[in-house]
């Protein structure tokens, strides 16, 4: 393993530097292609269920097919294809009906959260930094958002579509999410920060880790303002 000393800044991807959460112009996001997905494979019953009981909820997709497997909605297939089906689903729709569409300034959704843009030419243009995409979400959408938006492509991207293969499926916030990310990159450990909206699954996994958060809460957002969080890119400043 390569042992050259870099700062590895990862970074969540929903709702951190995008914001999928918020609807398309046709009315799709990512919490809408959720729904569509769920009573698709698991039927009406199972989606009033699943909003009853909170929807989303920032789940990883097998958290969501598990939830439902124990609530007694079941297909004709076991967790791990079902969980396959939901993805496939999901970004079949977001693909076809949300990624690309134009938004009211032009820009193509999803739009970038405040400032991320400059951000992230000014961190990816930087020599002694490793751009990271930690994410629950799938690598074709962040790569595809990246591209829309004229944005160099992260360092490494590492998503639900490994972590849900695995021979034991894992979930934010299970440290070993962070050990299989570090395992694929030459960044030390202490040279590391997470950054991600979610001070529950992004921030326990950080302080699982053993690694610092940035909380990243635009405004309207539950913790906005709160201690500890920002909500412009512009404003953060990371030195190696």
Known sequence: ??????????????????????????????????????????????????????????????????????????VGCGQDEATEQLVNRKIDCLLKHAFGQPLSDGTPWPRLTLGFASYWQWTSARMDTFTVILSSGHEVCIRKTFEMHNLPQPDLIVTDDEFRRLPEPLCKPDPRLWQYMLAKVDVSFRRTVYIGDDHVKDGELAKNAGVPFLHFAPKGAEYHGRNGTFDDWGSISLEA
């Open 1 to 74: 393993m390569n042992t050259i000393q870099k700062f590895g800044i990862v970074h969540d991807f929903d709702g951190t530097v995008a914001e999928t959460f918020k609807p398309s112009p046709s009315g799709l996001g990512v919490k809408e292609a959720y729904e569509n997905s769920v009573e698709c494979i698991f039927g009406p019953s199972a989606l009033d269920y699943y909003k009853r009981t909170g929807g989303l909820q920032n789940r990883a997709p097998r958290e969501v097919v598990d939830s439902l497997f124990n609530a007694g909605f079941w």
